[in-house]
Nanobody, 118 residues
Framework: QVQLVESGGGLVQAGTSLRLSCAASGRTFSRSTMGWFRQAPGKEREFVAQITVIGGSTLYADSVKGRFTISRDNAKSTVYLQMNSLKPEDTAVYYC???????????WGQGTQVTVSS
């Protein structure tokens, strides 16, 4: 189990950028696949991006591909989500998550609010 705390959310204008951070505690971070998810009010949680342990392979939802970049710094036990060209539809609570045992994420942060105005 990894304890996760997101930060960096806020209110921004469409077309600008924002970087989210997720600080992890626990020795297992370096062997954890990490992901970002988001949930808008009244909507289901959706996958945003993922970065694997070996090779740092990344995967993105079509809705954010080309605009968002996920990265990790194992020395700092931190995963990031760089969000560029933000759109109002990106407004949501963003959660980071991790897994050490397969495709089902087992550790979740409390989330950080991102609001994009038009």
């Amino acid at each position: 189990q990894v304890q996760l705390v997101e930060s960096g959310g806020g209110l921004v204008q469409a077309g600008t950028s924002l970087r989210l951070s997720c600080a992890a505690s626990g020795r297992t971070f370096s062997r954890s696949t990490m992901g970002w998810f988001r949930q808008a009010p009244g909507k289901e949680r959706e996958f945003v991006a993922q970065i694997t342990v070996i090779g740092g392979s990344t995967l993105y939802a079509d809705s954010v591909k080309g605009r968002f970049t996920i990265s990790r710094d194992n020395a700092k036990s931190t995963v990031y989500l760089q969000m560029n060209s933000l759109k109002p539809e990106d407004t949501a609570v963003y959660y980071c998550a991790g897994t050490t045992r397969g495709p089902i994420y087992e550790s979740w942060g409390q989330g950080t609010q991102v609001t994009v105005s038009s």
